[in-house]
Nanobody, 118 residues
Framework: QVQLVESGGGLVQPGGSLRLSCGAS?????MGWYRRAPGKQREVVAA???????NYGPSAEGRFTITRDNAKNTVYLQMNSLKPEDTAVYYC???????????????WGQGTQVTVSS
């Protein structure tokens, strides 16, 4: 199984930006981000394949952009115009393929906390 290490979370004011990074221990096709907010179910945020195909969940709302550097086995999530409701633990996931809903369902990272608050 590939190992995943996330970074980039933190505290940011509403309207601010953050960039999350997730490095994989090896090459893998499908990578993406989920989040779990307090009291809510986990939801997919965005996913991307090594070929550049992307898929966004409703929460991305055009504010988030997923990219990846295949040479570094790293996926990024640029989050702009952050809102308090974006507060959650963000988890990286990597799998051989996206599933039928456009999500990776494989190895999980440890998660990184994003808090949007003034």
């Amino acid at each position: 199984q590939v190992q995943l290490v996330e970074s980039g979370g933190g505290l940011v004011q509403p309207g601010g930006s953050l960039r999350l990074s997730c490095g994989a221990s090896g090459s893998i096709n499908a990578m993406g981000w989920y989040r779990r907010a307090p009291g809510k179910q986990r939801e997919v945020v965005a996913a991307i394949t090594s070929g550049g195909t992307t898929n966004y969940g409703p929460s991305a709302e055009g504010r988030f952009t997923i990219t990846r550097d295949n040479a570094k086995n790293t996926v990024y999530l640029q989050m702009n115009s952050l809102k308090p409701e974006d507060t959650a633990v963000y988890y990286c996931n990597a799998a051989a393929h996206l599933d039928g809903l456009g999500r990776p369902e494989g190895s999980w990272g440890q998660g990184t906390q994003v808090t949007v608050s003034s």
